[in-house]
């Protein structure tokens, strides 16, 4: 398996990373960039989306999926594998984002400004609609010379954590992980054993009471 970032590394947002193997090309999560980096959602994506086969989803959150619409209107052709919760949040979404998105441009064309064309628009999203499969966790599933399984990762209704698999070597990519003994949310589960962790960092450098000290707040900083 090759495996490399086009998002979420080095910065928290925009995740998505492709994985290859066998002429097979996989990407988890297309998400946006969000924040400080917010205008790299207009440059390319790094690698060609007619080339990819099928996206694999970790969760409905902007980061993790406010790109799918454009990785379609630039010619992705597949098929995009989200869970049940996942295929209902997504519209929500993304047709937030889009109504943002045109509000932003109105602004700009009312100020005399200029406005570039949206990158992505309603046509796009419903042609995504189109291309949602939905996937039960725990259940092996194939994609190509891959194999993978979803679990549960607490983070929202759908979240998942992936492990995937191909050629006897296996990984887990993370997307994002919940807390346990919330009270609404299942705990995350507990992954396999696997020859590669892929793993967010958003709040890795703090401690989150009461769960795992009684300090609260940050504990140690990473520059
Ligand atoms: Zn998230």
């Not at 928290?12 to 205008?39: F, I, K, M, P």
């Not at 994506?45 to 007619?50: I, K, S, T, V």
């Not at 209704?157 to 994002?176: C, K, M, V």
Request: aromatic residues 8%; proline residues 7%.
């Amino acid at each position: 398996m090759r495996i490399t970032p086009f998002g979420a590394a080095q910065t928290v947002t925009g995740s998505c990373h492709l994985v290859e193997h066998q002429n097979y090309r996989l990407l988890l999560d297309c998400g946006a960039y969000q924040g400080a980096d917010e205008e790299r959602n207009e440059a390319p994506f790094g690698f060609d989306p007619r080339t990819v086969d099928a996206v694999l989803i970790s969760h409905a959150h902007n980061d993790h999926i406010g790109r799918l619409p454009m990785l379609i209107r630039q010619g992705f052709a597949g098929r995009v594998y989200v869970t049940e919760p996942t295929r209902l949040i997504l519209p929500v979404i993304l047709e937030d984002a889009l109504r943002l998105m045109q509000e932003e441009r109105e602004r700009l064309v009312r100020k005399g400004r200029e406005a570039p064309p949206l990158p992505w628009n309603e046509r796009d999203l419903a042609e995504l609609y189109t291309r949602l499969e939905v996937v039960t966790y725990y259940q092996t599933q194939s994609l190509g010379p891959f194999s993978y399984r979803l679990r549960d990762a607490g983070h929202l209704p759908g979240s998942a954590f992936i492990q995937l698999e191909a050629a006897g070597r296996s990984l887990i990519f993370s997307g994002d992980l919940g807390h346990r003994r919330k009270d609404v949310l299942v705990d995350p589960d507990y992954p396999a054993m696997v020859d590669l962790v892929l793993c967010e960092g958003t709040y890795g450098d703090r401690c989150a009471p009461p769960f795992c000290c009684n300090a609260g707040g940050v504990f140690r900083h990473f520059e």
